[in-house]
């Protein structure tokens, strides 16, 4: 169990630009979640996979938002046009979709724009 | 449609006190109530959960929760605390029907004093 990786770790970038981040699970788990953090606030659901498919995204997940899974394995989220209020802890997360599973977190990926 | 109240942002406590960190939810179905802590620039790290069963469930490093059904609370306790319980902790919930995305509350930062 090498736990649920996420790259980058931290990402400046201006505004206007398109940032993608990674997500790699824990490889057994079938189910990958998608969180942003903002400063001082709790972890907020963005979206969830279960293997290859997209079950429910958040209204928080605006156009600009794309989250793909491609072959159930690894996630990216893209940001595209990004603004200001992006600016948040991106956290991924995965468990096992049988029963009830604990969710395992990543460190998250920090995005700042400038 | 699930909701957590942390209604405390900030806890400061002397080194060896005792400790609780309060949590009400509102839900309308059933939940399984979580506590997480996160330690600066990390992730989220599962502390205790309570799925079922006995209504007091404890953490391996000394921390303990109740659930209380009547009073929608799930508070945390700690008898005695280290300079290294120093972190942020998220209460959280979600909806019994299986593995659904994790509803946070906002936060309550913990700092232990010397």
């Known amino acids: 169990d090498t736990g649920v990786s996420q790259n980058p770790r931290h990402k400046i970038t201006k505004r206007g630009q398109n940032v993608t981040f990674r997500c790699d699970p824990i490889?057994?788990?079938?189910?990958l979640y998608w969180y942003r953090q903002t400063l001082g606030q709790g972890p907020e659901f963005l979206t969830y996979?279960?293997?290859?498919?997209?079950?429910?995204k958040s209204r928080l997940l605006s156009d600009r938002f794309s989250a793909e899974r491609p072959k159930g394995s690894f996630s990216t989220l893209e940001i595209q046009r990004t603004e200001q209020g992006d600016s948040a802890m991106y956290l991924c997360a995965s468990s096992l979709a049988t029963g009830y599973q604990p969710q395992h977190f990543g460190d998250g990926t920090r995005l700042s724009i400038l | 449609a699930q909701s957590v109240t942390q209604l405390d942002s900030q806890v400061p406590v002397f080194e060896e006190a005792p400790v609780e960190l309060r949590c009400n939810y509102s839900s309308s179905v059933s939940v399984y109530l979580f506590w997480y802590v996160q330690y600066p620039n990390q992730g989220l790290q599962l502390l205790l959960k309570?799925?079922?069963?006995?209504?007091l469930v404890e953490s391996i490093n000394g921390f303990e929760a109740e659930f209380n059904k009547s009073q929608t609370s799930f508070h945390l306790r700690k008898p005695s605390v280290h300079i290294s319980d120093t972190a942020e902790y998220f209460c959280?919930?979600?909806?019994?029907?299986?593995?659904?995305?994790?509803?946070f509350g906002k936060g309550t930062r913990l700092s232990v004093i010397a």
């Open positions: 309570y799925l079922s069963g006995s209504t």
């Open positions: 996979f279960q293997n290859e498919a997209q079950l429910e």
């Open positions: 959280a919930v979600s909806a019994t029907s299986g593995n659904t995305p994790l509803v």
């Open positions: 490889s057994e788990h079938n189910r």
